[in-house]
């Protein structure tokens, strides 16, 4: 990444993941400044990661050229507003991974001048493992861009998106998409119990199995039917159980959620 300083505006979960993906990849601590307004949450920041932790939100982007909005989507224009004169001076890169907050509304709080990138990263970031899809319009320089997705990988695999509205259904793909793999890993793990097998048991085998899976998925050519079709011998018990997915139509259900998540992302923006 080509910027000098990094502010996060926000030392959550995903802020924290972004400070400790941005250390691994080398940046120096003294590179990166957090603005956070509860104490405690500033104290663990210096203590976890050595940097610059401080509740003066002006003091803290002043310097830098990339910055992260990593706050709660209903906090973003009243941290805005009072930046915007300095954030039209100095015109750095905005970051926001506040979901559902439109670039047209980020425009109008940061300044037209502004460039402003959107990301939508997702919760396995916390651990490394992270996917996050990027938007920026066409006005966001081929510079800028790199810098928003150097930054977004650090945490994690990065992917554009053509239109802002794609944000959307990468918010009810990914972004919401752990928890439709841990409910399949629950109710696998249930019935397991049900069926005679004793529930530490099944819990690890369940575990192991989704992390497995992953880790078969992410280091193959990423193709999935291929992958399903390897694991299924015909006449055999996956088959079995794949038809009754089938016949319960899984994909029509599978294609219903997504569709319901990604209107419900449209909702609150």
Known sequence: MSANHVAILGG??????LIG????????????QVAEVRADARASLRQDFAITATSDIAASIADCDVIVLAVKPQDVASLLAPLRPLLRQKR?????????????SLALWCGDEVPVVRA???????????????FAPLTVDVAAREDAASLLAAVGEVVWVANEEALDVVTALSGSGPAYFF?????????????????EAARKLTVGTLYG?????QGSDGDLQR???????????????????ASA?????????????????????
């Open 12 to 17: 959550g979960n995903m802020g924290r993941a």
């Open 21 to 32: 993906g941005l250390l691994r990849r080398g940046m120096r601590p003294e590179k990166i």
């Open 92 to 104: 750095p890169l905005v970051v926001s991974i506040a979901a559902g907050i439109r670039v047209a």
């Open 120 to 134: 939508m990263p997702n919760r396995p970031a916390l651990v490394g493992a992270g996917v996050s899809g990027l």
């Open 183 to 199: 409910l399949l890993a629950q109710e696998m793990m249930q019935a397991a119990v049900g069926l005679g097998l004793e529930a």
């Open 213 to 217: 899976a992953g880790l078969l998925a």
């Open 227 to 245: 992958l399903r079709e390897e694991v299924t011998s015909e006449g055999g018990t996956t088959e079995a159980a794949l038809k009754m997915f």
């Open 249 to 269: 139509d899984l994909a029509a259900t599978v294609f219903s959620a997504l569709e319901a998540a990604t209107r419900r992302s449209r909702e609150l923006a």
